[in-house]
């Protein structure tokens, strides 16, 4: 007979969800049963839409408008039996933040701007313990920020989110999630978009958390990595039901679903390199004893890896960057006179060919987006010289500079505010073709954004909706075709792939190759994940503090890193 003791703290049976809209209902949950034991961390995988987010939300009961549970139960054990589904909304203001509590995937939206860091997590504390004195809750903010290891704590306590770095916000969101000592807490993607430093010690702070306190942790990533160095137990959702679940060790090792072999084969190895990444569809779609043959064809022999950097190292160099420096005033005078300079770019030199990849990688704040905006000349230098094509992009006036935006692109990082929440997407992708003119007709251009929506993993029913309608990978995937519709000879792939789950990942970095290989495209692939930057990158070159520590060929960069600091970025990397 099951006791409170031994049996699990949360139970999921046969539930259901749905959303209805014009009379229509779409089911997006169906059926899913799922346990988490006490002191257990479970991994929930899949790719974005699979309901990963939404099976949280039901469990905390902060559902989406429009979102309907149609039949199932959420048992949660603590201090007796609650079924979530049937409590009263004063009930779960009790539950969420004291018993069970969540930390959202991206915290500059999760977190107000308005208000003091120190104040938000007070807030929290405040509300379950009204009695309790400002000057004992502030105490506790302060140790709840060095339990997190936060640095200079009375400082961040006093600053506001804009004020810190991202993994800083992410512990300020882990510190409001353990303020209540709950018994469950919910991560939801914390790690994405977080360098793999970074990512390791969330990791490893969560794990400290769970040892010292018991709780139960259910982590939700799209990055097997990450899950399979966390979780005890993984759960696979695809496309809102629940297909495999496990052991870690046995759904990695001996998966039996053909959506997890294809999640897990899509993953860009870090032992050998492939020509083209498997995708899940490739995966579903090949019988299972004509698979291994698949892969071995996917993947590049060393004669093809030689012959294809002979060719790029014989290629003309389509972009040199001299001496690149940008400075940020740190400290001004009474009168306004700079005194002190953060040097985000100090002397950086490197040289990009017609048809390379050159992989820029490095932690948070080493000055990897400034580089890229700065060649592009999207934010002014403090001094240097970028040539593209011959030309000197930084002595050019804006006429010229317009003319030649064509040639030279940037995907931004962030797939939430690169686009207009009020203009439909295919008008988002068809502006640029607009403002220079590519073809003669608007009908001409539509069909051209329908083809990018389909190449980028989208299709011709998505161009009348608006950016709210799609997930964060969703969005990026059509940032990613609003970049190439004025046919640009170099890119800037500005953490283009960072949001993505695997699968996707997989099918953009291969799209990303394919229209190198057709247009001859360059690129400037700045991203954290180290297997991207080797998969994907020719050369790599490797920045900290402003400037380029080392640089080389992908495979002896990591294989034969020469500098600490490159050795410890490819330790961190979840194997």
Do not use: W
């Not at 509590?101 to 977190?111: G, R």
């Not at 317009?402 to 505010?417: A, L, T």
């Not at 004025?486 to 990942?505: G, H, M, R, T, Y």
């Not at 080797?534 to 960069?557: C, F, R």
Request: aromatic residues 6%.
């Amino acid at each position: 007979m099951e006791t409170q003791e031994n049996s699990p703290l949360l139970s999921i049976h046969n539930l259901t969800m749905s959303f209805v809209h014009d009379g229509q209902k779409n089911t997006v949950l169906q059926d899913i049963s799922l346990e988490v034991g006490k002191g257990e961390v479970l991994g929930i995988v899949g790719e974005s839409g699979s309901g990963k987010t939404l099976l949280s939300l039901a469990t905390m009961q902060l559902l989406p408008n429009g979102a309907q549970i149609d039949k199932g139960q959420i048992l949660f054990r603590n201090n007796g039996l609650t079924d979530m589904l049937k409590c009263d909304e004063k009930k779960l203001q009790k539950i969420r933040g004291r018993d069970i509590s969540i930390i959202f995937q991206e915290p500059m939206s999760s977190l107000n701007p308005t208000h003091k860091c120190g104040r938000q997590v007070e807030e929290i504390i405040r509300q379950h313990h009204p009695h309790k004195s400002q000057a004992s809750i502030k105490q506790e903010v302060l140790s709840l920020f060095q339990k997190v290891k936060l640095p200079d704590i009375e400082r961040l306590y006093d600053s506001y989110i804009h004020q810190l770095s991202g993994g800083q916000l992410q512990r300020i969101m882990i510190a409001m999630a353990i303020a209540n000592k709950p018994s469950l807490i919910i991560a939801d993607e914390p790690t994405t978009a977080l360098d793999v430093t970074v990512q390791q010690s969330i990791i490893e702070l969560l794990i400290d958390l769970k040892n010292e306190s018991g709780c139960s942790i259910i982590f939700i990533s799209h990055d097997l990595g990450v899950i399979k160095k966390i979780a005890d137990r993984v759960v696979v959702l695809q496309k809102g039901i629940l297909v495999e679940q496990g052991f870690t060790y046995q759904v990695f090792h001996e998966p039996k679903h053909l959506y997890t072999k294809g999640l897990i084969a899509c993953r860009p190895p870090l032992g050998h390199r492939m020509k083209k990444l498997p995708t899940v569809r490739d995966f579903i779609t090949t019988p299972e004893e004509d698979q291994a043959q698949m892969l071995a064809n996917m993947r590049m022999s060393k004669d093809e890896y030689i012959i294809k950097s002979e060719k790029v190292a014989q290629s003309k160099v389509l972009l040199k960057a001299t001496n690149i420096c940008k400075y940020f005033p740190a400290k001004k005078s009474f009168f306004g006179k700079v005194l002190q300079y953060t040097k985000a770019v100090d002397n950086v030199s490197f040289e990009i060919r017609q048809g390379e990849t050159l992989g820029l990688v490095g932690e948070s704040g080493c000055g990897k987006s400034t580089l890229g905006r700065t060649i592009l000349k999207l934010i002014d230098p403090t001094s240097g010289k970028v040539e593209f094509n011959g030309q000197d992009v930084f002595s050019m006036g804006s006429s010229d500079l317009k003319k030649m935006r064509k040639d030279f692109q940037i995907i931004f990082q962030d797939p939430y505010s690169s686009l207009n929440p009020k203009m439909k997407i295919g008008d988002a992708v068809m502006e640029p073709m607009t403002i220079q003119n590519i073809f003669n007709t608007q009908a001409q251009r539509k069909d051209k954004v329908i083809e990018l929506l389909e190449i980028v993993g989208m299709n011709a029913d998505h161009y009348g909706r608006y950016p709210h309608q799609f997930s964060g990978g969703q969005r990026q995937r059509i940032n990613i075709a609003r970049t190439l519709s004025l046919n640009p000879k170099f890119i800037v792939c500005d953490e283009s792939v960072s949001a993505l789950d695997v699968s996707v990942q997989a099918q953009v970095l291969n799209l990303l190759s394919d229209l190198k290989k057709k247009f001859g495209l360059s690129y400037l692939f700045i991203s954290h994940d180290i297997s991207v930057i080797k998969h994907i990158s020719d050369n790599v070159i490797v920045m900290k503090n402003g400037v380029i520590v080392e640089k080389g060929d992908a495979e002896s960069i990591y294989h034969h890193p020469k500098q600490e600091y490159t050795q410890r970025l490819i330790e961190a990397v979840p194997k």
